[in-house]
């Protein structure tokens, strides 16, 4: 029985040992998975179902076709798993841009990336109001020098996966800066990234520093819930301020991750849908704008060969 007993008690110990962690000092696979669950997600675990991909994108109109051309854009990703769900279940393809060093920035990421949504670097930059409001961590400030600046966007593009490209957060001294922001889009690229101006201020340079380093380039229209509530962002979503676009030009919209403006994009999509708005994806956007600049271009050295005939 004395041995029976050593017997049980060796195989108990060997059992606590392989829960612990294997004899080698080697992490078991099931205590890694445990481990993770707690750093990635505190307090209430969520767990995010596999997404369906999002079916490709139905041709959208070219410039001068009928139908305006909207593409949505929805910031500060990267705190809020739920809501991430929730837009994602959304049919339309929404961009989404996630912030660097959230608790949830790549796991975000990874299940946008799964679900066939676009994503963006939204990139903290420094604002006027600093140091009374924070950008957050891995802000690009404008006393960084070439160096620091470089390698700041570099870690932060290293801590968001699959982005096609970058938009700024807050920013409005930052993006004023063109020097600092040309070597911002330097960086980009030499990634093939496109940049949207989040247009913080009005005398932001972005266009400029995009312009000189030949990066791809859009700027906001409209915040859809720069004043909160639903009500407001269905405003912006359906209203005046939406069909200011002349001639149905595209129109760049950003919100952010409230349950209201959720609510209300759901409720736009049949609305737009029975008024022949299109809802496109930002590489179809910046195909159309590209297009509708050639146009314009061309329309306007076609005005100048009259002007010059008719003298």
Excluded at 177 to 183: G, S, Y
Excluded at 200 to 214: I, L, V, W, Y
Excluded at 249 to 273: C, F, N, S
Aim: glycine share 8%; proline share 7%; net charge positive.
């Amino acid at each position: 029985m004395i041995f029976a007993a050593a017997c049980i008690a060796a195989v108990v110990l060997f059992l606590e040992r392989v829960e612990r962690g294997t004899p080698c000092g080697k992490v078991s696979p099931l205590s890694v998975t445990r481990q993770s669950a707690r750093k990635e997600a505190p307090g209430k675990a969520l767990t995010l179902k596999t997404p369906a991909r999002e079916a490709a994108e139905p041709a959208a109109p070219t410039a001068g076709q009928q139908g305006q051309p909207i593409a949505v854009i929805i910031d500060d990703i990267g705190f809020d798993l739920r809501i991430v769900e929730e837009l994602a279940g959304i049919p339309a393809p929404i961009a989404f841009a996630v912030l660097p060093h959230t608790p949830h920035a790549v796991e975000a990421a990874r299940f946008l990336h799964a679900a066939g949504k676009e994503i963006l670097l939204h990139l903290p930059m420094e604002p006027r109001s600093y140091p009374e409001e924070s950008p957050g961590a891995g802000a690009l400030m404008v006393d960084m020098d070439e160096r620091q600046i470089r390698r700041q966007l570099r870690e932060n593009l290293t801590a968001v996966p699959y982005v096609s490209g970058v938009n700024n957060h807050m920013g409005s001294r930052f993006m004023e800066d063109e020097a600092r922001l040309t070597l911002v889009m330097e960086e980009l690229k030499k990634r093939g990234l496109y940049f949207v101006d989040s247009r913080t201020t009005p005398d932001s340079r972005g266009s400029e520093a995009a312009n000189r380093t030949g990066v791809r380039f859009a700027a906001r229209s409209l915040f859809i819930d720069r004043v909160p509530g639903y009500a407001a962002a269905m405003e912006n979503l359906t209203g005046p301020s939406r069909r200011g676009g002349e001639n149905g030009k595209p129109v760049l919209m950003i919100g952010h991750p409230y349950p209201e403006t959720v609510r209300a994009l759901r409720d736009a999509l049949p609305r737009w849908q029975a008024e022949g708005v299109r809802l496109v994806a930002l590489k179809t956007f910046f195909r159309i704008s590209a297009e509708e600049n050639r146009n314009a271009l061309a329309a306007s050295d076609k005005a100048s060969g009259r002007k010059e005939r008719v003298r």
